[in-house]
Structures are given as C-alpha cells and as structure tokens.
C-alpha cells in the first residue's frame, strides 16, 4: 500500500472515529450544487403541496432515518413514511437522492415509492410499506428461517435471497447506477419472502446527473458506505474511480457473511477495519465448498479486473451453484459411505465381512453416480467415485477376484498404469489356473466310471447274454464243426462281429470316458488275441481242443490286465477265467460248460459294477 493510500485512510479514519458504532455507514457530507440550490431556494416549488398523509409509529429507526407507518388518505392505504433525523439541507438532500434513485430504478427488488411530500418544511418519502424483516435478523437466526419459510437448506435459501439481490443491483447497473452500500442491514425480507433492496441514499450515477437530482461518481468528493463491507477502491482512492465492480465486491462480502457468519472486516479499531478492506483478505472457512468459496473469492478479488464482470455475472455463478449444491449434497452424503468402505475393507475378510463391503461400495457408487448425474462436473463425486472404485479393485484383488476387480477397473477413467498391469497380471494367473481346473475336470469326466453305466449295463446284458451262449454250442459237436478250425474260425467271427456291433452301437458313448474305452477295447483285444492264439497254434501243429483250452488263457491275462486298469470290483471275472483253465486243462470235455460260466461270470460281476456305479452317481 503507498504512503499515499495510508495518508487517505488515517484520514478517513480520523473521521470515521465520531462513529457510534463501525457498521454503520460513513455520511455523504456534500452534495451536488445545484441540489443543494434548489433546496436552499423554495422546497415547494420542487416538490409541490403537502399530500395527505397520517403519520403513525415509528416501523425502523436507523442512524439517519426513521421510517413510521402511515396511512395515504386519498387511497385509503398504509404507506411508509421515511424522513431524516438531522435537519439542514445536505441531510434533505440525502433523502431525497435516495427517493430521486429509488423512483428512477422500478424493479421487483426495488421497494416502489408513491410520493415525495412536505411536513413542516422538511422532505418525507412515501414508500410501499414492507411487512417483513432485515436479512440481517434472519442471517443471525437460522432457525427462524426454517419456522417462517419451511426451509429445509438454511444455506441454499440465503444464496437464492442474494441472487435476487444480484437482479436488484445488475438492473441499476444497466441504469448507470451504483449502490454504495449493500448490506444486509439494507435488505428487506417480506412475509412471502419477497426480497428489496432498499436504503439508496449514497448511490452514485455513472453516465449523468439524471437533471441534478443524482450525485455523480465524478463530482463524489468522500467516502461512504460500511467499512466492515468496504472494497479495497472504496478506501484507497476517491469515489471518481467506482464502478459497477464495487457493487460486485459488496455482493461477494455478503455473500462472505453468509457462509463465515460474519463481515469481512472486522477489527478493534476503525483504522484497522479500513486497513482490512484495503487488503481484502478476508479467510474463507474451510469447511466452505470449494464452488462457493471460488464465487466469494472471484466476487471479493482486491483486482476490480480479476472480480466477477458484473451483479448478472455473479447471479449465474450463483445459481449454478445452487443447481449444483444438490448433487454436492449426496457426495458429501456418499463420503461418509466411503469412510465405511475403507472401514470395512481394512477389517476381516468373512464371507459375511465380503458382503458387507459388497452392500457398502454399492450404496456409495449409487450416490455418487446419481451426484455425477445432476452435475457431471461435481470435483467431490469425481473424487469420492474414484477413491470407492479404486479401493474396491485393490480389495478384490486381495480376494482374488480379478474378474471383478478388472470390472470395476474398466469404469475408472485413466486408472494408474501399476494398478492396471496388477489387474492383468492376476486375470492372467486366474485364467491359466481355471484353464488347469477345466482340465482337471475334464481328466476326471473322463475317469468318472458312473459316466453312461446304464448304457454299459445294457449292452453288457444283450451282448454278455449272447457270449454266455456262444460256447454251448459247442456242446453239439461235429454237427457245427465243434473242436475243429474251422468250427474255432467261425466262432472267433461271430465274436469279432459282436464287438464291432457292440462299438457301433455305443459310439458315441464309448469313447466319452476311459472307463468306456478300456472296457470296450479289452474285450475287442481279447477276440483279436484269442484269434491270433488259435492261429499261431494251427501253425505249430496244435489241435484245436488244445488250443480252446489253451485260449482261455488268453481270456485269464486280459481280463486280469483290465481289472486292474478298470476297477477292483470286477476281480472275480479273471478268477472265474483261471478256473475254467484250470477244469478245462484237467478235463478237456468240460471245456464248454467252463468257458460259458466264466462268460457269466463276467456278465454278472459287470451288471453289479455297473448297478453299484449308478446308485454312486445317484448320491452324488
């Protein structure tokens, strides 16, 4: 700050001292000339004959003014009377400016004003009479906003009040007009919530005098206006350099008061309150959403340039704001989910803890997504969102669930690269291991022997019935060539074509499992081992009694290889076989009968594996 400046402000705070109280603001001692003329001449002729107008009590008093009801006869209606308390022409005059830019600016938020009359010699103004109460009492009193106006975000109907205010200001502006002073002590709340902005006796015109009526910026030669909401122009330079960006900054000092519950500046002494407006650097509490606190420092910039445009400008930042503030809401609502997530997280991992943290990262994503919903540009949804997503991939990764963590990943925009090649890494082990686990699977599918055992059973039973017969037939002799070879050459075709029948039949069956496979192979082989007996030991001279018995031998080692390949259970069909070696080697004769029982043999033992098989796959 120049020594310049400083001079200024111990200047104006020398006079500041004769204050009662600093929140009050500083008096315009001078007016223009030709007002303070025309009210030196003939108050009359500028105003007229005294209207007919009963006074009442007294409604407000303030340091200048006191406002009283009163009653316009002529239209039978209660009015407000404002008059000064001071008399003398630069007191008058400042009432009337305040009546002269009152009446110029007809807006909603602008308390009308009917007339401007006499009463012993001294100016009233008759205004619209204002059932309700100063913003400021109802700042201080939250609660009494909640009973009157059934408002539920106390927070939310302040900035709306201020944006009307905005409407009041930018429309003055676009008049050629300043306020100079906007508080909320100069805000009037009606029953319905109506908002005015009233008190326009120290506002300035920036374009003309409006015929002498309105104080030029140019012509301002002091200071006015509440030093506890003062822009930093306002103390280091005379009122010639105002503009509407002073407005503004006033804006953004109530807007400031609204979210610190107090004015910007504030100290123990005048003096230091100016030397707080010149610095204009008031501390926004932290606990201020980012957005609104971004509009209060835009608003209240000591820079008029880096300040909002104008009173329009700071209404739309407002209003976004407050379209904004719902989706704000349920981030911060969906924060606190978030800290129970990361609770729940760091917990135990139960499958009831899993499903807590499951029932927790929902609710929170849905608040947040529904948050991003009303306003995608929410930095505290955004933020929460990626926090939630994140911790969730790093808790199913430690599930192992990477499926799941990749899911998630995949909403997360630009997830970190550490955590990406993680989440790779852990699909990929979870793929090869399931990949391990289906053909695992697969291998055990085809071991299962309960797999098709009632297809098994049947051809077991048509066939086996068949084979059991087959060697009986032998018993008729030379009539079928029974002991001879070519009799033992017809008899290993009828068996051969059984086999290949049987693998015709099942087909699709037998080659499902290995316990199929083997069983049907071990019985193939056994026609073709058996064939091949038979011709070895025509080769070498055998007769063909001999070799009969000798090929149940055959039958003997490969049914006891697929007993042991196949199932324990079917041990009695190589015993069996071992026996009718044995009888048939000790009585040759009996050979038949022995090869036809240990063919039944077979065929029961198999119908029981295959019974015991199937109530086995009925348990499980």
Not at 219 to 230: F, L, Q
Not at 395 to 421: G, K, T, V, Y
Not at 506 to 515: L, M
Not at 551 to 568: E, F, K, N, T
Request: negative net charge.
């Amino acid at each position: 700050m120049s020594d310049e400046s400083i001079s200024w402000a111990r200047t104006l705070a020398d006079k500041a001292e004769t204050i009662a109280a600093i929140d009050r603001r500083l008096p315009e001692t001078r007016v223009q000339a030709r007002a303070e003329r025309s009210l030196d001449g003939d108050l009359r002729e500028l105003l007229g004959p005294p209207a007919h107008v009963d006074l009442g009590r007294v409604l407000g008093e303030g340091g200048m003014g006191v406002v009283r009801l009163g009653t316009q006869r002529s239209l039978s209606r209660q009015v407000a009377v404002k008059s000064v308390k001071a008399t003398g022409p630069e007191h008058a005059a400042r009432l009337l400016r305040e009546a002269w830019v009152t009446g110029y600016l007809e807006h909603p938020n602008v308390v009308p004003v009917y007339d401007i009359v006499l009463e012993q010699g001294a100016p009233l103004i008759v205004l619209k009479r204002i059932d309700g109460t100063e913003w400021s009492t109802l700042l201080r009193d939250p609660a009494e906003v909640t009973r009157r106006f059934g408002v539920a975000d106390v927070l939310a109907w302040h900035v709306g009040i201020l944006a009307q205010v905005c409407n009041a200001v930018h429309y003055a502006h676009t008049k050629g007009i300043i306020h100079r002073d906007l508080k909320p002590e100069n805000v009037m709340i009606g029953e319905f919530g109506e908002v005015y902005v009233l008190d326009w006796g120290i506002a300035l015109s920036l374009t003309h005098d409006h015929g002498g009526r309105i104080l030029r910026a140019a012509d301002a030669t002091e200071m006015a206006g509440t030093p506890v909401y003062m822009a930093p122009e306002m103390v280091l330079a005379p009122p010639t350099g105002l503009d509407e960006r002073t407005d503004v900054y006033l804006l953004g000092a109530i807007l400031f008061e609204i979210v610190a519950g107090s004015a910007p500046h504030l100290a123990e002494t005048p003096l230091a309150v100016l030397l707080q407006a010149a610095r204009s650097e008031p501390a926004i509490p932290a606990d201020v959403d980012d957005e609104l606190a971004s509009i209060v420092r835009h608003a209240m910039a000591r820079d008029r340039a880096a300040r909002c445009a104008s009173a329009e400008a700071l209404k739309k930042a407002l209003t976004a704001y407050l379209e904004h503030r719902g989706s704000l809401l349920l981030a911060r609502d969906a924060e606190a989910r978030l800290s129970a997530l990361r609770a729940a997280i760091a917990g135990a991992s139960d499958p009831e803890h899993r499903v807590r943290v499951a029932a927790l990262f929902s609710e929170c994503r849905f608040a947040l997504e529904h948050a991003l919903a009303r306003w995608p540009d929410n930095p505290v949804a955004s933020r929460a969102l990626r926090e939630a997503q994140l911790a969730m991939v790093e808790h199913e990764l430690a599930s192992r669930a990477p499926e799941r963590a990749h899911e998630i990943l995949a909403a997360i925009d630009a997830p970190p690269a550490e955590l990406a090649q993680r989440v790779d890494e852990a699909l990929s082990r979870a793929s090869r291991a399931r990949e391990e686990m289906e053909a695992l699977a697969a291998r055990g599918r085809q071991a299962d022997p309960t797999i098709h055992h009632r297809a098994r059973a049947r051809i077991n039973l048509a066939f086996g019935s068949v084979w059991v017969a087959i060697p009986l037939l032998g018993l008729v002799g030379e009539r079928i060539g029974a002991g001879t070879w070519r009799g033992l050459a017809g008899l290993q075709i009828v068996l051969a074509v059984s086999a290949i029948v049987a693998v015709v039949l099942g087909r699709d069956w037998i080659v499902a499992t290995v316990f199929n496979r083997v069983a049907h192979l071990s019985f193939f082989v056994a026609v073709l081992a058996t064939s091949a007996f038979h011709a070895a030991a025509y080769l070498v001279g055998l007769d063909p009694g001999t070799s009969e018995v000798l090929s149940i031998g055959v039958w003997l080692a490969i049914s006891g290889m697929a007993v042991v390949a196949l199932d324990a259970r079917l041990g009695l069909i190589p015993l069996a076989n071992l026996v009718a070696l044995l009888v048939s080697a000790r009585w040759p004769d009996a050979r038949y009968v022995a090869m036809s029982a240990a063919l039944f043999v077979l065929l029961v033992n198999a119908q029981w594996l295959y019974r015991e098989q199937g109530r086995a796959a009925a348990a499980e």
